[in-house]
C-alpha cells in the first residue's frame, strides 16, 4: 500500500512560484502513474497534472499549461508540481493522487485510488 504525503503549499503574491512535492511510502512508487488535483472552496476537485511512471507521458490542464510542469524522481518516490506565474484563481488545496496501470495517465479522479491529504496554495493578488 503506498501512502502519499504531499508538502510545499503556502501563501505567495500573484506571479509567484511554488513547488509542491508528493513523496510515497513503500517500494512500490514506479507501479503508479502520479497526478495532481485541486480542490477551491465550493468548487469540485479537478484535474492539473498527471505523469506515467517513466515520465514520458505527460498530461495537465489548458488553464495551467505553459505554468505548471509535474515531475518525477522514481529513485526518491517523489512526484513534483513546479508552480510559475500563479494567479489568484489558482489558490485552492492541492492533491496529489495515484493509479494504475503505471502507463496510463488519466484526468478523471474516480481514475485514482490513492490520494494525500492534500496542502493549500494561497495565491494573492
Known amino acids: 500500500q503506498v501512502q502519499l504525503v504531499e508538502s510545499g503549499g503556502g501563501l505567495v503574491q500573484a506571479g509567484g512560484s511554488l513547488r509542491l512535492s508528493c513523496a510515497t511510502s513503500?517500494?512500490?512508487?514506479?507501479?503508479?502513474?502520479m497526478g495532481w488535483f485541486r480542490q477551491a472552496p465550493g468548487k469540485e476537485r479537478e484535474f492539473v497534472a498527471a505523469?506515467?511512471?517513466?515520465?514520458?507521458?505527460?498530461s495537465y490542464a489548458d488553464s495551467v499549461k505553459g505554468r505548471f510542469t509535474i515531475s518525477r524522481d522514481n529513485a526518491k518516490n517523489t512526484v513534483y508540481l513546479q508552480m510559475n506565474s500563479l494567479k489568484p484563481e489558482d489558490t485552492a488545496v492541492y492533491y496529489c493522487a495515484a493509479r494504475t496501470p503505471s502507463w496510463t495517465i488519466s484526468q478523471a479522479t474516480h481514475d485514482y485510488t490513492k490520494w494525500g491529504q492534500g496542502t493549500q496554495v494561497t495565491v494573492s493578488s
Open positions: 505523469i506515467s511512471w517513466s515520465g514520458g507521458s505527460l
Open positions: 513503500g517500494r512500490t512508487f514506479i507501479t503508479y502513474a
